[in-house]
Structure formats: structure tokens, C-alpha cells
């Protein structure tokens, strides 16, 4: 008997620790702020940030900083830079385990989500912002610092984790679809005013078409990408959000794996088959496609618009394999053009948690220095950013740079000002995903969907419904997404791997062998007693 509830009991232990865990966040202390800055001591403010190998971000980093010590010249702000955020990511991740995180860095609230599993790892930045002196807009602060309500109140909500705040918004961009119009035309086509799935497939299997020498017929080339996407994760959240269908909650539960996902993994998988589609994974970055006129539809950030068109300022392949053509840029296609959905992302800063407050409140000042006009602007004007402040937005300077888009094709290039215009007018139809520990795992995991199912198609092998399920598991298996939620919540996964019904069917089992062994020992006892009183 002892050793049947010892099997059951190791069968429960090992059935929760396989189907449950716990991916929540832990609770971060209030930040309490100084009454005064102590300003007769040195402080030195790590700062890690990214760009893309791009000199202007740089030199704007490092005019930034060199204007915020002439206001506080007992702060030394030393500047760390990396070309991806994922490198930023893992070396935080690194450095929280040995104490030596920056003080300072650019990230997204996907991976500050996965620093809130620490203890007091990031500040929270409530009491910060609402402080009198040294908050946004406040009376001690020694540069025009925006207030609160000066913050585009979409792009700060991105910012919110738990019901509190852990970063504040540095740049925002998002998804466009850049289109070669000459060649829609020359196939037949009038570009809508709002691209539709249904437009940009038909015209892509129609650009697909090949002249019998196994040259394209559209562009002439051995090459052609019809349609050509640049983030597959954002390509099957926005469709997913575009459905109405389930994605995730706001509580951190998976419900990626739904009959919608299946019948859009089906459409790109035909569509891939048609020659029509692909993605930069596997094929390459979209600009380089669209420039030398093999590619039509290319769906890119509006971070990425100055790489795009026939006159873009950065070119990644050489000057006689570029094609002249036209250019307009437009919104991702959508499932509803009345109803449009589009994603809203990019940086953020967090501020991390150090012993002492006054050194804590020096990195406050340095971030909030980031959300000024002298920053704010001048960055934006490197990329297709758009400054997240109405205070930059509505500035001259910035409404004089939007006037002049076309002037040049550098500072002023059409393109990239068209993408930023793009992102200003629908501020409206911007979305966030949920943002949990283990929201950025579920965000590769979207994407691997998409390229899995690409992949397979160009391997030519079957996509059905075997296939589907077998990627589901695999998907879940190598994203850790079989583990509990931040909120403690179940993953909505579908059907148990057949590893975990073994399991849970072992478990079941034993109990019956617990149940049929306590009614035998209890038979046993009683007729035991009853020869006792009947002798």
C-alpha cells in the first residue's frame, strides 16, 4: 500500500512539472524618489543601445548625451552600442545573474517582461513620472521635458506591465507594404485604396506567370518574389488580429493554435506553392527583391522605408541592378479595409534597479532626456520613425520636415516620409500584443508557423492536416509554450502531446490500482474481524 501511494504520488509530481510551470513575473518594489538630486556627487550612467551600423543614430546618441552632461556635468553617460536587440537581450539576461546590468538600455517590453522574473531588476517608473520635481514635466528638471499627457497615449500603454510601468517609449514605427505600381499596372491591376489578402494574392500568383524559356514574363529575370514579407511573426499576428481571432489574452493565455491559424497556414502554403510568396528568412531582405525588380509587394517596417524604392538612400545591392520603377506605399493588406488593423512597435527604454536611489534617479533624468525635440526629431528623421511625443509631432521643425517630403532623396526622401505619414494617420488603427513572460517566445513561435509552412512547400512536401498538427506540437515543444502563463493560466494548446496522455493516463491508472488495493485490504480486514467475533 506504502509503496502504491508512493508510484502515485511521483506520478503527480512528475504529470505537474510536465504539463505546469510558472512563468510569472515577480513583484518589483516602488521605487521611492529622492526629495533633492544630490548633484555634488559623480555618477556614471551605463547606456546600451542599438542602431542599425547607421552613423547619423550614432552621432545623435552622442550629441545627446554630450547636451545632457553640459546640464548635469556630474553625470558621465558612457555608451554601449549593438546592432541587434536580441544581443541587447541576452547580455541583460547575463548580467542580471552576476549584478552588472547597464543602468540604461533600449529594449522592448516583450524582453522587460522577461527581466521582471528577477527580483527588483527593472524600476518602475509610476512615481517617477508623477513626481513634482523630477518627473515628466517637472519643476527641477533642467531641459524641457514633456509631460505625461504629451506622450502618445497608445505608444506608453505599450510601456505597461501589471498594471504598472516599466519604460517609456523611444521611437515607433510600423508595418507598410511597399508596392512596385509600375508592375501592378503592367499586369492589369489598379491598386485599391486599401490593399485586401485577397488583391495582393491574386496579383502575386498572376506576376508568378513564366514565358517558356523559364524567364518571368513580368520582369524578364530568371527571379521573381511576388510577394515578399520581412517579419513573419507580424504577418500571422496582424492576420490573427485582423480575424478577430485568438491570439493571446491580455492575461498571458496561448491561443495561437485555433482553426483560423490552420485555415491561414493553408492559404500561404498554396499560395507559396503558386510561386507566389516568401519571406526574408528564406529568400532575403525584401529592399534588395524590390530594387532590382523582382519582387512587387514588399512588406517591410516604416523604420526600414529609407532601403526602399528606386531612389533609396541605402542600397545593399550595386547601382546597375536597381530598376526604375514607382513606388507608393500603403498599409498592410487587411482581411476588413473598413476596419483596418496594423501593428504598432518598436523601442523602448527601461531603467535598471541599482542600491542606491540618487544613482537610480541620475539614469531617470538621462532616459527622460531621450524624450525631448532635440532628440526626439533629429532620430526620427534617420529612419521612418515617428517621435512619440505629440510635443515633437506638433513641433514647426518636424511639421516643416514632413511638408517637404520629395525635396531630396536623403533627409527628405518621398518614401520614408510617405512611411512615416502612414504611421501618423492611423495612430487610431494601431494594435499591441499582450505583453507576459514568455509573450517574446510566443511571438518567434508565430513566426516559425509561417516559415515552417513555407519551408515545407518549397521541400515540396505535403502540408495537410498531419502535417499541421505535427508543427503545432513541435511549435509548442520548442517555444516552452506547454508551461503555465504569467498569470498563472493554461497555454490553450489543443490535444496533449501523446507524451503527456501516457503520462496523464499512467497517473489514472495508478489511482485505480490504489483504489482496488485499499478494497481488497479492506475485504481482507473485515472478514479478518468477523471470524473474530464469530469465534
Known amino acids: 500500500m506504502k509503496k502504491l501511494r508512493l508510484l502515485a504520488a511521483g506520478l503527480a509530481a512528475a504529470a505537474c512539472l510536465g504539463l505546469a510551470g510558472c512563468h510569472g513575473s515577480r513583484q518589483q518594489t516602488a521605487f521611492t524618489v529622492p526629495e533633492t538630486f544630490d548633484d555634488s556627487r559623480e555618477y556614471e550612467v551605463v547606456f546600451w543601445a542599438k542602431n542599425d551600423t ?43 545573474s552576476t549584478g552588472t546590468t547597464p543602468n540604461v538600455c533600449i529594449t522592448y517590453p516583450d524582453h522587460i517582461a522577461t527581466y521582471l522574473t528577477g527580483d527588483n531588476v527593472v524600476v518602475p517608473l509610476d512615481d517617477l513620472f508623477a513626481d513634482e520635481k523630477y518627473g515628466l514635466g517637472g519643476s527641477e528638471v533642467r531641459f524641457d521635458s514633456p509631460a505625461k499627457e504629451e506622450i502618445v497615449p497608445q505608444f506608453l500603454e505599450e510601456c505597461k506591465l501589471a498594471g504598472q510601468y516599466y519604460a517609456i517609449p523611444y521611437m515607433r514605427s510600423t508595418e507598410a507594404c511597399y508596392v ?26 498572376a506576376a508568378a506567370q513564366k514565358n517558356a524559356d523559364g524567364s518571368y514574363a513580368l520582369n524578364g529575370q530568371q527571379v521573381l518574389i511576388p510577394f515578399l514579407y520581412k517579419s513573419s511573426d507580424n504577418m500571422m499576428i496582424q492576420m490573427l488580429r485582423q480575424k478577430n481571432a485568438g491570439y493571446s489574452t491580455a492575461a498571458g493565455q496561448i491561443q495561437i493554435f485555433n482553426d483560423t491559424t490552420t485555415q491561414l497556414l493553408y492559404d500561404i502554403a498554396d499560395n507559396t506553392a503558386a510561386g507566389a510568396f516568401s519571406t526574408f528568412k528564406i529568400s532575403g531582405y525584401p529592399a534588395n527583391f524590390l530594387n532590382a525588380g523582382q519582387c512587387v509587394f514588399a512588406v517591410d517596417s516604416t523604420a526600414g522605408s529609407t532601403w526602399m524604392g528606386s531612389d533609396a538612400p541605402l542600397v545593399d545591392i550595386a547601382p546597375d541592378e536597381i530598376v526604375d520603377f514607382e513606388t507608393e506605399v500603403m498599409m498592410v493588406p487587411q482581411f476588413d479595409p473598413e476596419h483596418p488593423q496594423m501593428i504598432s512597435q518598436g523601442p523602448s527604454v527601461c531603467i535598471f534597479n541599482k542600491d542606491d536611489p540618487q544613482q537610480v534617479l541620475a539614469s531617470w533624468l538621462f532616459a527622460q532626456y531621450l524624450l525631448t525635440n532635440e532628440v526626439q526629431i533629429p532620430y526620427s528623421q534617420t529612419e521612418g520613425y515617428v517621435p512619440v511625443t505629440t510635443k515633437a509631432q506638433n513641433d514647426p521643425d518636424y511639421q516643416d520636415y514632413l511638408s517637404r517630403a520629395g525635396e531630396d532623396n536623403d533627409t527628405h526622401y518621398a518614401v520614408k516620409i510617405q512611411a512615416v505619414q502612414l504611421l501618423l494617420d492611423n495612430l487610431d488603427n494601431t494594435f499591441i500584443t499582450p505583453v507576459f513572460n514568455g509573450s517574446a517566445s510566443l511571438r518567434d513561435a508565430a513566426g516559425n508557423l509561417v516559415e515552417s509552412v513555407t519551408k515545407a512547400v518549397r521541400r515540396s512536401q505535403t502540408v495537410d492536416d498531419a502535417f499541421i498538427q505535427a508543427l503545432y506540437d513541435d511549435t509548442v515543444s520548442l517555444y516552452h509554450l506547454d508551461t503555465a502563463t504569467s498569470s498563472g493560466g493554461k497555454a490553450d494548446l489543443g490535444p496533449l502531446p501523446a507524451t503527456a496522455v501516457a503520462l496523464l493516463a499512467g497517473l489514472a491508472a495508478a489511482w485505480v ?9 479492506w475485504r481482507r480486514r473485515k472478514a479478518a474481524a468477523d471470524r473474530g467475533r464469530n469465534g
Open 180 to 205: 512596385n505600381k509600375t508592375y501592378v499596372e503592367a499586369l492589369g491591376y489598379t491598386l485599391p485604396e486599401t490593399l485586401t489578402w485577397d488583391f495582393v494574392w491574386e496579383v502575386s500568383r
Open 513 to 521: 490500482l490504489i483504489a482496488l488495493w485499499a478494497l481488497r485490504d
Open 54 to 96: 547607421n552613423k547619423n543614430q550614432t552621432d545623435i546618441y552622442r550629441q545627446a548625451i554630450e547636451d545632457f552632461q553640459q546640464l548635469y556635468p556630474n553625470i558621465t553617460v558612457t555608451l554601449r552600442l549593438y546592432t541587434d536587440y536580441g544581443d541587447i537581450y541576452n547580455d541583460v539576461i547575463t548580467n542580471i
